[in-house]
């Protein structure tokens, strides 16, 4: 049985990767997973390194690495404006494996409660996510 579809549009700072109705759209808060049906109530949120999962259908499932950003729910429409939103195919794993390394080095070089640790911990998080989503194995 189909459901009712609703707007999403998913930015980056390089431009727009996905802008099309949906039945369901699937993603992380900085509270926990969050599903977005058509009609949901409105809604602000701050949104963590996860995979991004756009139903167009029960089947038909679109898929991205997802950095950190906001979404927007109201109207009938959900923005999600994100650093990233990387198609999992596109995902090197020796690269990001490499990536997690340095994130890891820099959070053990950083010192306790400053910027650079804040940011380090923040890319390791980042890359640990977007290694799962390019193994196939990360969720919402």
């Avoid at 599903?35 to 038909?60: Q, S």
């Avoid at 923005?79 to 340095?102: F, H, N, S, W, Y």
Wanted: net charge negative; hydrophobic share 45%.
């Amino acid at each position: 049985m189909a459901r009712a579809t609703f707007q999403v549009e998913v930015l980056t700072p390089e431009g727009e990767v996905f802008n099309e109705e949906v039945e369901m759209l699937s993603t992380r808060t900085t509270t926990g997973s969050i599903g977005i049906l058509a009609n949901h109530t409105p809604l602000l949120g701050l949104l963590e390194p996860a995979e991004l999962r756009l139903y167009r259908g029960e089947t038909e499932i679109v898929r991205f690495a997802q950095g950190e950003g906001y979404i927007q729910v109201g109207g009938n429409r959900a923005l999600v404006l994100v650093q990233d939103a990387i198609d999992p195919g596109a995902l090197d794993v020796a690269d990001l494996r490499e990536k997690l390394t340095g994130a890891e080095s820099a959070v053990a070089a950083a010192a306790p409660h400053t910027e650079a640790q804040r940011r380090a911990l923040a890319d390791k998080r980042r890359w640990e996510t977007f290694l799962l989503v390019a193994e196939g194995s990360a969720g919402p």
